[in-house]
């Protein structure tokens, strides 16, 4: 009789689902030396413009006698009498027209220049602009002061508001070229093609298509090149001389003496050539961190 033996298996377990692991919240750590670092930056930055504010409210005989962190008990506002009455009213018409008379000529050149070399980049002479414009970044203004007084003097505009709007066009144009060459590139070219199939030519492309699409790029442009024109220094200072002819930073040597500087009166004019440029930043403030930050979120 033979028997078979039946070999049984023991069924196979069923492997267990791993254990979910515990998370453990990750324990916050405060960053002591970036939050003082912080706070450090913040002090940098206010002390000044508070001390500007508080004494440009003392009185001169007043100032050297005083602690310069503490407000003065009795404020007054002398100091901005005396700057408004110093023709400051002439200085600010002048940064005006200098600053917008420079500034809207160059975004218009520097637009149209950005849009031809990007559409026309297999062109050899568009690329040999690009390529000149790029040269342009690497030449300082102060490399080119004495070229720059003798094309004024040759022009006969010295000592004119047009002999400072000149160069500050030709120095505004390569950096504005190269932002808005960067920001035009980023334009889908399914849209210029959408455009020239339609029957529109280059130039309604540019203006209304390539211009919408690039404004926080233009207006990037336009508040860094006016801010750049309007605290310019060294151009007013060698290429005008009449008192009549002179822009806001310059003006601030009216109240420095032979023996003395007017220290509060400067730092009053120092506040009122300051607020157009709080009041440019604060209506262009979100077009102009966009522009600044376009490129990082693409």
Known sequence: MTTTLTKTRRPRQAARPDSPRRSRPAARRRNWLGGLAGWLWLAVVVVPLYWTLITSLKDRSRYYASNPLVPSADPTFDNYRLVVESDFLQYFVNSVVVTAGAVIPAVLVSF????????????????????????????????????????????????????????????????????????????????????????????????????????????????????????????PLVLTQSPDRRTLPLALWTFQGQYGVNVPAVLAAVVLTTLPVLVLYAFGRRQLLSGLTAGFSR
């Open 112 to 235: 149209m220049a950005a849009y031809a070399i990007v559409r026309g980049w297999r062109m050899r002479v568009l690329r040999a602009m690009n390529g000149l414009f790029l040269m342009g970044l690497a030449i300082p203004l102060q490399a080119t002061v004495i070229p720059i007084y003798l094309i004024i003097i040759k022009l006969h505009l010295y000592d004119s508001l047009p002999a400072l709007i000149l160069p500050s066009i030709a120095f505004a144009i390569p950096l504005s070229v190269l932002v808005l060459a960067n920001f035009i590139r980023d334009v889908p070219k399914e849209l210029f093609d959408s455009m020239r199939v339609d029957g529109a030519t280059e130039w309604t492309t540019l203006w209304r298509l390539a211009a919408p699409l690039t404004r926080p790029a233009i207006l990037t442009v336009s508040i860094f090149n006016a801010l750049t024109i309007w605290n310019g220094f060294l151009l």
